[in-house]
């Protein structure tokens, strides 16, 4: 009978490696983001100089030199349809289209630069790990800086319509502030007392915050308010997709993660995937795939969801 459950049990585990179809493998060299935009262009990014771009809407990856050894940190789409990729010591590279030679614009190296939005196409905020949110408004060609020292561990930036939200925590709390001027000025509008919030998320109706412990929360109000949602997971929540009433959160604990599936707007979870990772990934939702870019071996894999709708 023992022989019988572990046969069934690895059954089992393979059939469930199997769902996932897996597209490119580094062997030990780190992936942490991806992304798509709605033409298919999907790009993936990890910090030891790895960026990696598909035409063909995810099914094949080649890899592009970035021109830099300094750690990068944050990938996304430009609006006139490029690449943008910050990293250490002020490091911004761009690509005007996928293949296409990198253009340097890199700032001042006293700038750890990690996550950016597009506030309208010639005015750029990019958040660094010293307190500072670096501003231009000629697509780069001049900066500014603004420093948030209550809270000067800066994590997340979004753009909601014409406001603009920042996550940022101390020892102590992790704090919202809300820009009305295309990020010029910033306005402390809310705290959250003993938490850590990670990410920002617009979904086109609602804002998310995730972060720390099983942190989830929403907000309809601008970020005044917020309606907390019990995921039942003491996991980090580093990562958030959605598609009509499903959300996928990508979950990080020690040398775990999971994926939590809500098919009810977050009333109720369940485990979509569990495996090993020993450094954290993203996920994105793209037409009906979710793909995933994670660990020290630099997998990208796909997984169908269609069934799911």
Same mark, same amino acid.
């Given at each position: ?8 049990? =690895? ?7 199997? *769902? !996932? ?12 983001? &991806?992304?798509?935009? *709605? ?40 609006? *006139?349809?490029?690449?943008? /990729? ?6 911004? @590279? ?15 190296? @006293? ?14 905020? /990019? ?5 500072? /949110? ?22 997340? =930036?979004?753009? @909601? ?27 402390? =509008? ?13 979904? +086109? ?5 995730? +972060?720390?412990? +099983? ?12 309606? !907390? ?7 980090? &929540?580093?990562?958030? @997709? ?15 993660? =999971?994926?939590? $599936?809500?098919? *009810? ?29 994670? $660990? ?5 894999? !796909? ?7």
């Amino acid at each position: 009978m023992k022989i019988l459950i572990l046969f069934m049990l =690895i059954m089992h585990l393979s059939a469930e490696a199997e *769902d !996932w179809n897996t597209v490119a493998n580094l062997n030990n060299e780190p992936l942490t983001k &991806i992304k798509f935009n *709605d033409n298919g262009i999907g790009i993936v990014l990890g910090p030891r100089n790895n960026y990696l771009y598909s035409t063909d809407a995810g099914l094949s990856w080649k890899r592009q030199y970035v021109g830099t050894h300094y750690p990068l940190m944050n990938i996304d789409f430009t609006p *006139d349809g490029g690449i943008l /990729i910050t990293g250490y010591y002020g490091t911004i @590279v761009y690509f005007s289209k996928p293949g296409n030679e990198f253009e340097d614009l890199s700032i001042d190296p @006293v700038f750890n630069l990690a996550k950016f939005t597009y506030v309208n196409p010639n005015t750029l905020l /990019i958040l660094s790990q010293n307190s500072y /949110i670096l501003r231009s408004t000629d697509k780069g060609e001049t900066w500014k800086a603004v420093s948030i020292i209550e809270h000067p561990n800066l994590t997340s =930036i979004a753009k @909601v319509h014409d406001k603009i939200y920042l996550s940022a925590y101390n020892d102590n709390a992790s704090a919202i502030y809300e820009s009305n001027d295309e990020g010029e000025t910033w306005k402390l =509008i809310n705290i959250f007392e003993g938490e850590q919030i990670w990410n920002l998320h617009y979904d +086109g109706n609602k804002i998310w915050a995730l +972060g720390f412990d +099983g942190l989830l929360c929403n907000s309809t109000d601008n970020c005044l308010t917020w309606n !907390w949602i019990n995921t039942q997971t003491n996991y980090s &929540i580093n990562g958030f @997709v959605s598609d009509k009433n499903n959300i996928w959160l990508y979950c990080k604990l020690n040398n775990e993660r =999971i994926i939590l $599936n809500s098919q *009810d707007f977050g009333a109720n979870w369940t485990e979509f995937d569990r495996s090993e990772c020993e450094y954290p990934g993203a996920m994105f939702l793209y037409q009906n795939k979710l793909f995933v870019a994670e $660990n020290y071996h630099g997998v990208i894999k !796909w997984k169908e969801i269609s069934n799911l709708k």
